[in-house]
Every structure is written in C-alpha cells, then in structure tokens.
C-alpha cells in the first residue's frame, strides 16, 4: 500500500533562512507527487506537483522540489524564507486505486 | 471565479443530533471528496465520489453518510452514530483521472455543544 511520511512534524526557522521539509513516499505504480499549503484556518491550496518530465518543479513563490525516485523522496525547499510561508505543508501522493494519500503534515513557524 | 464553497464555516452539534455540511463547486469536476483533519494525524478521507449518483466509502466512513444528486453538490451528513465528531471538514472536487491534483474548500470546523 501507498503511504507518505514526513520527517518533521515542525520545523522553526529564522526569516530569510533556507528551508527543507521532508517527504518520502512508498509506492509500487506510477508517482505523482503534490505538495498543499494550509494557512489557518483554510482548506489546502496547490503548492506543486510532479506528474512526469523534469525531476525538478517550482512554484510561483519560490518553492520547489525534487522528485528522487532513488531515494523514494520528494522534499520542499525554498531558498529564503518569509514570515508568511509560516504555514503547515503536506506532501501527498495517488494512490493505486487513485485516491489521495497525505502525509501528516509539517508545521513551518519563520521568526522575524 | 471558479471555487469550492462549503457551509458554513463554523458548526456546533448538540449530542444526538444529525448535521449536515454542505459542498458545492462550480469548476465542472466530476469527482468530490470529504475529508476529517484532527491535529496531528493529517487528512482522513470520508467519503468520495466519482459521478453523480455513485460515491464509496473510504477509511473513516462510520458515522458519517453522503449523497450525490447533482454535479456541482456533495453534502456531507455528521450522524449521531459518529461518536466524536469534532473535527476540521475539508472538501475537494478533481478531474477524474489518474493525475488530477485535487481543489479544496476552506473548510467546516464542527463542535459539540
């Protein structure tokens, strides 16, 4: 069976510091990956996805990540973070039977 | 714009009783999903559906029961069989399709009086 798992339950880092988030996944068919931001009491929004092609995908703020089928991972990175990626991030991955399988989240707290 | 609206924001349940949440999507999707968050454990999906009218259960259905009358509406019914209800409700709506990144809403926070 499918499952994701996220290293870091909470990660605090200082404004404009690098960040990883962590994410390894399992999975015996074809991958595709996401990544969702939740904000406080919101729903998820689509940070990326890897589907097929270039092992590296970028978002619009400077997120990115790579896809390792090696390492059976796909981490989040973002070069210089801000106050407002303060957040909780969820890497997910479909399933076989194609439902969404999410890992259990890593909470991103940027301190001025 | 297209989007996912669920309704309301915050509900509160007396014990014993049935509530329902409501789901709509104006983006043409086919398929609609429920989710439970609780702190800690990430999302748990309730209940899905494909097309209109079919819809199966998924790991956390007791308790909880749907339907699927029109494209664009997934209600999403909190019975008094679900003995801890208290929950963060998410919604989302996809393409069908292997790939399709699901569209969330911005969630129902359900609490017992």
């Known amino acids: 069976a499918q499952s994701v798992t996220q290293l870091d339950s909470q990660v605090p880092v200082f404004e404009e510091a690098p960040v990883e988030l962590r994410c390894n996944y399992s999975s015996s068919v074809s991958v595709y990956l996401f990544w969702y931001v939740q904000y406080p009491n919101q729903g998820l929004q689509l940070l990326l996805k890897?589907?097929?092609?270039?092992?590296l995908v970028e978002s619009i703020n400077g997120f990115e990540a790579e896809f390792n089928k090696s390492q059976t991972s796909f981490h989040l990175r973002k070069p210089s973070v801000h106050i407002s990626d303060t957040a909780e991030y969820f890497c997910?991955?479909?399933?076989?039977?194609?439902?969404?399988?999410f890992g259990q989240g890593t909470t991103l707290q940027v301190k001025p | 714009d297209g989007g996912i609206t669920q309704s309301p924001k915050y509900l509160f349940r007396k014990e014993g009783q049935n509530v329902t949440l409501s789901c709509e999507q104006n983006l043409n999707h086919d398929a609609m999903y429920w989710y439970r968050q609780d702190p800690g454990q990430g999302l748990r999906l309730i209940y899905y559906s494909q097309i209109v009218n079919d819809f199966q259960k998924g790991d956390i259905a007791e308790g909880y029961s749907v339907s699927r009358e029109k494209k664009e509406s997934f209600p999403l019914t909190v019975t008094s069989a679900q003995k801890n209800p208290t929950a963060f409700y998410l919604c989302?709506?996809?393409?069908?399709?292997?790939?399709?990144?699901?569209?969330f809403g911005d969630g129902t926070r359900l609490s017992i009086l």
């Open positions: 989302a709506s996809s393409r069908t399709g292997d790939n399709q990144p699901q569209h």
């Open positions: 997910a991955v479909i399933s076989n039977t194609g439902k969404l399988i």
């Open positions: 890897y589907l097929s092609g270039s092992t």
